[in-house]
């Protein structure tokens, strides 16, 4: 694996939560209903199983080169991107800085295929036994970058980042059923009904889910459905606010501002709300292009965004006692 491939591949994969979050949104591409992902104790280790479409034995070895992606086939396709990954590069990223074995079967093939490559090399390749679906087991992450490897965290701080990651990717699917464990823990379940609440509940606990209080609105170009917590739930972290757009996580300061908003004074000093907000808007005005990782997003039209937002927030706090 030469330098630069390795180079590249840090740009995708800055740590393990970076490449569980590509993992899961492959998984998420795939149209998978159920997904477990497994967390090694020293959070060197990722294993992410699937029930989605998975794939042929040649779409399994050419996933892993550079630009191999089924997702975009025209320049046109890059402007009304419907999936989360478009650019073809988080497999050969992670495979890259990481020992990674790939088992997967779609429905009609009478077997599975494996392969493992390892530091960006082929390592064995063949058809197993396999259960419809994908599943993805990268172990050794970091193993031929230590530079790299000494930004990481403790594993425990890797790992809640791992867990925050699949939380964020949980709650913008709530039609999947999402689970994630280590070793002696189960940190999270979703039961994939499709309603946010029961999300919110496998996240937040029952009692603040039951609690939290839907909003509901539509400006310009812009839906807006979601949940936002009574003030008294207020936390002292901005983790407790969720943004989706079109069904993809993404953090964006000017909506977590109109939320703050929307609360007109009902928060203490450093406080932050806690909500769930899905919004809906024309594929042409979200720019997803930003920035490799695609942890944000542009919109256009965001004055009358900000504005949904704040008077939707504020119209559902309303019903709370003063
Ligand atoms: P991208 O998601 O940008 O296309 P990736 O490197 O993440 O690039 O994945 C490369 C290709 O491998 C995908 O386009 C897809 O065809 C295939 N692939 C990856 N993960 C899965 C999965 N869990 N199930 C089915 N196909 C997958
Ligand atoms: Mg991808």
Not at 191 to 203: I, L
Not at 205 to 227: D, I, K, N, T, Y
């Amino acid at each position: 694996p030469e330098l630069v491939h390795q180079i590249a591949a840090g740009e995708v994969v800055q740590r393990p939560a970076s490449a569980l979050k590509e993992l899961v949104e492959n998984s998420l591409d795939a149209g998978a209903r159920r997904i477990a992902v497994q967390i090694g104790e020293m959070a060197d280790e990722l294993r992410v199983s699937d029930d989605g479409e998975g794939m042929d034995p040649e779409d399994a070895r050419l996933c892993f080169r550079r630009h191999a992606t089924s997702k975009v086939r025209t320049l046109a396709d890059l402007d009304r991107i419907g999936t989360l990954g478009f650019r073809g590069e988080a497999l050969a990223a992670i495979s890259a800085i990481a020992d990674v074995e790939l088992l997967t079967k779609t429905a009609h093939a009478p077997s599975g295929y494996r392969v493992r490559v390892v530091g960006g090399a082929l390592a064995e390749e063949g058809p197993a036994p396999a259960p419809d679906g994908t599943s993805v087991w990268a172990r050794r992450l970091f193993f031929n970058t230590p530079a790299r490897r000494r930004f990481l965290k403790s594993a425990g701080a890797e790992r809640r980042a791992c867990v925050q990651i699949a939380t964020g990717l949980a709650i913008a699917r709530p039609d999947v059923a999402l689970e994630v464990r280590s070793k002696d823990a189960e940190h999270l379940a979703t039961p994939g009904s499709g309603d946010a609440r029961d999300v919110m509940a496998a996240v937040l606990g029952v009692e603040l889910a039951s609690q939290m209080l839907a909003l509901e609105g539509e400006r310009g170009p812009f839906r807006l459905r979601g949940l936002v917590a009574p003030s008294r739930w207020s936390r002292r972290s901005r983790d407790h606010l969720w943004i989706v757009v079109n069904g993809r996580w993404v953090e964006d300061r000017s909506i977590a501002a109109a939320v703050v908003r929307g609360f007109e004074g009902r928060l203490d000093a450093g406080r932050f709300p806690v909500a769930v907000l899905y919004l809906e808007v024309d594929p042409d005005l979200v720019d997803v292009n930003v920035h490799p990782a695609k942890w944000h997003v542009r919109l256009r039209d965001d004055r009358d965004l900000f504005a949904l937002v704040a008077a939707s927030v504020e119209r559902a706090l309303r019903s709370e006692p003063p």
